[in-house]
């Protein structure tokens, strides 16, 4: 255990247990890193997303990618399971920015995240009680054919796909969440910014940017997709396709959210990325 890691932990007796949990399963990170981590879960904790044992009943999955290395970057903050593996050309070295996250190439750069809202969702992530949470980093106005966020499946159609200004729809995002092949668009002029994503009903779902209402869509659901999310592409029935090439800060995956609770998580993703340089907003 790092010096700063035992001086951090002596030093926060009431540190929560999604705190401990996860720091746990780490090392090497630094004071300032720490500090950010113990914020960030102290704060979900607080805000109802963990529970006095670290156990979350409202996500599955909660990815900082812009972080102090890549090892810690891939781990799943929430549970020991869906850590995230890098796949591509160049290597993750390349792809990878310490206290930014990772930069797709718009060709083979990904994030497979293992984590199969089918099968793998445990009653959080459902059909009608669905969130996803992305933090886009790079400022672009243009139009492209790139998904930030994507998993698609038939039998029957059901897609979760974040586009953030599509090629296909005049620039609008373009977004599905749980949804057949009838996407939901809005005018966005620039594809930065930190989003959530959030349907508490079958018949539709909000979007909130920076912490802020952007939109909601209506959209009746279909399914959730029976493959893993991947992040900067999208895994269409297995194959990967659309991949982006802007860089991503963080990822989450969980229940559906109300605009208070998706506004406390991306406040607290935030305060991260202010934290190591990196907030846009």
């Known amino acids: ?79 020991n399971n869906f850590n995230c593996t890098y796949s591509g050309v160049p290597s993750e070295a390349t792809q ?76 609008n995002l373009e977004a599905y969440v749980n949804s057949g092949f009838t996407g939901s668009f809005t005018a966005n002029s620039n594809a930065q910014g930190n989003y959530v994503f959030s349907r508490t009903a079958s018949t539709g779902f909000a979007i909130r940017k920076n912490e802020a209402s952007f939109a909601t869509y209506t959209a009746t659901s279909s399914q959730t997709p029976n493959v893993t999310f991947t992040i900067l592409a999208q895994n269409n029935l297995g194959t990967k396709d659309s991949f982006d090439r802007r860089q991503v800060f963080s990822a989450f995956f969980g229940a559906g959210l109300t605009s208070t609770e998706s506004d406390a998580i991306a406040h607290a993703i935030n305060v991260f990325a202010t934290t190591v340089g990196a907030s846009v907003y």
């Open 1 to 79: 255990m790092g010096y700063d890691r035992i001086l951090h932990l002596n030093k926060t007796p009431t540190a929560s247990a999604a705190y401990s949990n996860f720091i746990a399963r780490t090392s090497g990170l630094d004071a300032t890193h720490l500090s950010a981590y113990e914020a960030l879960l102290n704060g979900l904790t607080s805000a109802g997303f963990f529970d006095g044992s670290g156990a979350s009943t409202k996500l599955n999955c909660l990815y900082i990618f812009g972080t102090q290395n890549s090892t810690t970057a891939k781990l799943n903050l929430v549970q």
């Open 96 to 171: 990878f920015a310490a206290d930014r996250g990772y930069t797709g190439n718009a060709a083979n750069v990904y994030l497979d995240t293992g984590f199969n809202p089918r099968s793998s969702g445990a009653g959080i992530y459902t059909q009608n009680s669905a969130s996803i949470g992305v933090y886009c980093r790079t400022s672009d106005t243009a139009n492209r054919l790139d998904d930030i966020l994507g998993a698609g499946t038939n039998s029957p159609t059901a897609f979760t796909v974040i586009r953030l200004k599509s090629s296909t729809s005049a620039g």
